[in-house]
């Protein structure tokens, strides 16, 4: 006999129920949540947590009471003693997906859909009594509406010991008994039903911060939206641990920005914003209603986060070329949400500006910061909890000091707990499972706290101009002041004065030459990055090609061309510049190759025009080449968010013979710019989600050692430069009229 087939089948030790309840139960506030949400899912309007004698563990005792619709005898049996019961979202046979079941009164969606929030009461205490008395509810034939509803005529009581369930004993050898009584008069729920479940033999003594902390979440556990007396927690610790408990309310209205996002399930945006400074109305008041720069379709404008996304899961080009077509056709997996987001500056200076009492302020932002996440009328955990900043807002700001940190907004995200079943709940109440509805949720999120940053940079801005005054400066504004102030100044020695002067312009020629040893390798960084991106794409490519049989030369010849022209990128930007004559054709051909799959791969056409006047211009190639690519770089970021059958790029040189200047204009037909000139070339300021936003300040920079950065919004003036209507979005020019 060459085998032997055994079975057996799984028999656990009465121990695993304590052992699952310590586990998927991380605290005693979520135990009580969970017996919270028991509460909510039985239809009940209140439930009652009361806490007698709980400083002292012998003693103390946990009581939840609710008036939902109570257990059957039969529930009991078949689904509050079967650990992971899908008696609230069974599970269909034939697509695999959970079925929604509403509950019969108040058509809640379930938000306990696992069978194993029951084992929050391990966590709690030893031993449970537990009580209940069921409506029992008949439905019409075929329907979930109600055809009738009765008061049952028993009630169950039910006593579990949990040291009875020992490491020693099998969960099968562990008997559960309950008794069903009659007699009316000995009922606790006689002319109601409801649950009554009692915790005595407490695993741990509660304290005041406990009962605050559990007070806190209490408050949060229910939406801000809930419909007025659907739905309460009453909390009850016969003390005065929660006297004078803040409310978060009391400092919402107070926020100096505030936001409400609307996202439907088909991506359109309505979107509204407001700064106000309560005590200090010399700055003024912003609002954004009804504009439609913001109450868009932002499907276009994630979808090159959406691309970025497939990249990083490393799937191949055609793949994600095809995800993207499906992405296109469909509408968000999760429905739609709804975005509530109230932030705050948390400096002195700027606290006096709108708040009344900065120690409550401080105290409530401590407790409560973060983004809560709520899946109808209640919360999903752990989203918005303590240090939990699941969106990177603290890494957002470590990069960019125009990001505001987790820990000074105050956020609530709502989704309707019906469409968006494809967010799933961990068993541990850690926020949802990551899967492809979560990721493309998080980008969604994303998008819409960049926008927020953006608009609310312009206010903060003006904010801390008004309260710093001239601080904000530019070095050379300052160092001119600066000689102003010594050449007015009456000096006695006069060899001085002349001293100081000189000081100041070599401080002045010192922070010039820095600043332009500076931009070199950030043109490094940027050419290197891009290249090196396609270059590692190419070489697998070029593997294949080599390894074929027979060897496609021509296949091979093409690739190497590639690859000479991703290195060329480079070294143009590595070999020792200085202002000479540079060929504009080749630098924008060299400029255009770095980036050549990518008008590939989305389709994006590129028109040069160069005038055969303005063959050369004097400037650093290095300088040239890398303002080149960051404008190429956001013209393809930015035509990757709309919807057209025709994507492109014009880029135009024109001499002036009269100014003895030299443009290069570049232009396409994406959404264009969204903001005025002094914030587009601003350090940092940018509306792309990942973006650094140094790019069109850097251009700046070099252009004015050179000539004039201009962005062109005006139509009249894009016909005199010839620009063809077809490219009616950004539109960048370049004038170089210094040393030409």
Sequence with gaps: MSEILKEKHFNPKAHILTLLGNELIKSPVMAIYELV???????????????????????????????????????????????????????????????????????????????????????????????????????????????????????????????????????????????IKTNTDEFRFKEKSGTYIRLSGLKESWTKGMARDLKGQAISMLSPKIKKDTFKINLNFENQWLVDFPSVNSILEEAPYKITAFIDSSFNLTFEYEFNLKNNSSIGKREILDDPKYNINIKGGIRPDFRKYLERKEYEKDVIEKLLIDFDREELPFGSLFFEFYSFDLDPISIRDYCSDAKILKEIIK???????????????????PNDDWLGLDLE????????????????????????????EKTNREGFIKNDAFDLFYIVLKYILSEFKSTRLVDRNKWLRFNQKNSDKLFDDKIQGFKAIIDDTNFSDEEKKKKLIEEAEKLEKKYDEDTQSLLIPAGV??????????????????????????????????????LREYTEGILSVLRKGGNKPVNVEESIIKSFNNYRSKFIDRKIDVKIVVDPNCSTINSDKRFLITMLMNILDNSIYWLDTVYKDEKGIFIKTIKDEKSNSTSIIIADNGPGFKDDISLIIRPFFTRKSDGIGIGLYLIDTIMMKYGKLDIIFDKEKLQELQIPAFYDGAVVKLTFSKNQ
């Design 37 to 179: 949400k028991n509460s909510y899912d039985a239809d009940a309007n209140k439930v009652d947590v009361r806490f007698r004698n709980i400083e002292d563990v012998n003693n103390g005792v946990i009581v939840i009471e609710d008036d939902g619709i109570g257990m059957t005898s039969e529930i009991l049996e078949d689904v509050w003693l079967e650990p992971g019961s899908d008696f609230r979202k069974p599970i269909n046979k034939e697509t695999g997906l959970r079925q929604i079941i509403k509950s019969p009164i108040f058509h809640r969606v379930p938000m306990g859909e696992k069978g194993v929030g029951r084992f929050a009461v391990h966590k709690l205490g030893s031993q449970i009594y537990l009580v209940t008395r069921p409506l029992l509810i008949k439905f019409k034939e075929g329907s979930r509406e109600i055809e009738s509803q009765i008061l049952a005529d028993y009630e169950i009581q039910l006593y579990i010991n949990w040291k009875d369930f020992s490491q020693s004993k099998h969960l099968s050898d562990v008997p559960i008994k309950w008794k």
């Design 367 to 385: 407790s409560h910061s973060g983004i809560k996440v709520f899946k109808g009328d209640l919360r999903v955990y752990d989203y918005g909890e």
């Design 397 to 424: 700001r470590v990069q960019n000091k125009d990001w505001f940190s987790n820990n000074q907004n105050i956020g609530y995200i709502y989704l309707d707990p019906e469409t968006s079943s494809c967010l799933i």
């Design 525 to 562: 960084g940027m050419t290197a990055s891009v290249a090196l991106h396609e270059i590692e794409k190419l070489v697998p490519r070029m593997e294949e090609t080599v390894k074929s049989d027979p060897l496609k030369k021509h296949i091979i010849i093409d690739q190497v061309d590639e």
